[in-house]
Structures are given as structure tokens and as C-alpha cells.
């Protein structure tokens, strides 16, 4: 039953740069439905957890499961962003010279075969896709405004809506408030906290504010494994997370 319930499993995973241990017996689980926020003081290992779970990097040892039983060690970062595992680092790729809804629609046409994106050019089933997509991120009045116009947070968001095109179970998420306003982190807070009502999502963030905001289960990372896991107060309570962050 709990195996069921689990849509991400690390179990005892280890990696290392040229002998140094970036990630050192690091296990987390992550339930179905879940959010989890990741912190963690630079150098702790968050953006290796993450290329481990998309495949960017291999593991040296340890178990990384997704959906029960598909080992994602055996395959590569194609095969792994196939399976409905999206990421979206910190910097937004959008394509600046196309408008918003373009945007939404060369990643969703992205996500089928040349054949299928072709045949269903004009059909209902994009358009509505495309509408609740533009619904999610609060995009729908910018649809026609090229991407090179919008904020620095619109980016952002826009880009978050292209990896829901590729409708992705679990998705990744780098620092996504960085550079923004109060009010677009806000904003930010509460579009990935509709997306995890029907999709498990990782996020890694500094911005405690923001943490707070998300009010999820939060991991700290230090030295490549799970220094203390619980609800943001008790993280942040925690002696040994106070030392690695005034001892920094
Ligand atoms: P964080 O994202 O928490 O800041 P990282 O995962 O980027 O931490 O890095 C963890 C440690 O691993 C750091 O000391 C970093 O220098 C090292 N590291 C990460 N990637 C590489 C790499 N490709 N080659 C060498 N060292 C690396």
C-alpha cells in the first residue's frame, strides 16, 4: 500500500565529484499529490538531488524509484522527461519572439509526435488544453503578447505552463522566485499550489518568505543528505539547521 502511494523514492544515494561526496546516503520519499520544498545552504546538494532524478546525472550508488518500480537510474534524461517528469530551472527559456499562446502551443505539439501535433493542429482538445493552461498561470489577458514583453515573473509563469503542455506528473522547480516582487511571489505561491492539487512537485528555494507561503513539508539538505524534514517551523527550529546556516 505505501509503495502504492509513493511517487518518488531515493533510497541510500551517493555521488561524488573527483572524490568529493556531493550527495551522501540521501534518502527522500515523496508521497503521490505531494509538494515538497527543499532548502538548504549552497553547496548542500540540491541541484545534484535534482539531476539524479532527471537523469542529468547518474548516481554512483543508492535507488532512485518513480512510480513504484520504474528505476530511473536505467534510463537517460529523454526517456526520464518522457515519463512525466518536468523540470524548469532558474533561468525561463521561453521563445521570446513568439506570443504566449505560441508558445503553449509549439510545447504541447512538443509533447506528441510530429504526426499526431499535425492532424490535431485545430482541434478542441488543444484549444481547451491551451485555454486552461492560460486559466492556471493568469495568462489569459497576455495570450497574444510576445513573450519578450512580459515581466521577469510572466516568464516565469509562462514557463511553468509549458511544462504543464507536456502534462508532467511530478514536476521540478528551481528557485522560481528569484528576481521577483512580493506580489509575484505571491502569485507564484499560489499557482504551484493549484498545480499540486493534481501534481506532486519539488521545489527548491531559499526565499523562506516564499517557503512559508507554500506551507508544504519542507527538507533540509546539508553535506548531501537529510539534515531535518518536517513542517517549516520545525526545520527551522531544529538546532543543527540554525548551525549550518549562521555557520555558514
Ligand atoms: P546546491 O544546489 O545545494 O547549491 P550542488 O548540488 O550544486 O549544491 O553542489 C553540491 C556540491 O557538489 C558542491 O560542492 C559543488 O561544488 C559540487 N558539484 C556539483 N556538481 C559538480 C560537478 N559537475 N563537478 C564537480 N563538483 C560538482
Redesign the pocket.
Known amino acids: 500500500e505505501a509503495r502504492r502511494e509513493t511517487l518518488l523514492y531515493l533510497d541510500g544515494v551517493n555521488k561524488s565529484?573527483?572524490g568529493?561526496k556531493?550527495i551522501n546516503n540521501l534518502s527522500l520519499v515523496l508521497v503521490r499529490g505531494e509538494m515538497r520544498a527543499i532548502i538548504?545552504p549552497?553547496?548542500?546538494?540540491?541541484?545534484?538531488?535534482m539531476d539524479i532524478i532527471t537523469g542529468k546525472t547518474k548516481p554512483d550508488s543508492g535507488e532512485v524509484y518513480f512510480n513504484g518500480d520504474v528505476d530511473l537510474t536505467r534510463h537517460d534524461e529523454a526517456a526520464i522527461a518522457g515519463m512525466g517528469i518536468g523540470r524548469k530551472f532558474q533561468k525561463p527559456t521561453v521563445f521570446e519572439g513568439h506570443t504566449v499562446e505560441d508558445n503553449l502551443r509549439l510545447s504541447l505539439a512538443g509533447s506528441r509526435s510530429i504526426f499526431t501535433a499535425l492532424v490535431h493542429r485545430k482541434d478542441d482538445g488543444e484549444r481547451a488544453a491551451i485555454a486552461r493552461i492560460l486559466d492556471t498561470t493568469r495568462l489569459s489577458p497576455k495570450r497574444r503578447t510576445l513573450a519578450a514583453d512580459l515581466s521577469h515573473g510572466q516568464k516565469q509563469w509562462l514557463e511553468i505552463g509549458m511544462l504543464l503542455a507536456q502534462d508532467p506528473e511530478l514536476l521540478l522547480v528551481d528557485e522560481p522566485v528569484a528576481g521577483m516582487t512580493d506580489a509575484e511571489t505571491e502569485e507564484t505561491a499560489r499557482l504551484l499550489r493549484e498545480i499540486a492539487e493534481t501534481r506532486s512537485v519539488v521545489v527548491?528555494e531559499h526565499d523562506m518568505h516564499f517557503v512559508r507561503e507554500l506551507a508544504v513539508k519542507v527538507t533540509c539538505?546539508h553535506e548531501?543528505s537529510v539534515l531535518s524534514e518536517g513542517t517549516l517551523d520545525h526545520v527551522s527550529k531544529d538546532p543543527r539547521v540554525i548551525e549550518v546556516y549562521l555557520g555558514r
Open positions: 565529484f573527483d568529493f556531493a538548504g549552497n553547496g548542500a546538494g540540491k541541484t545534484t538531488m527548491v539538505l548531501g
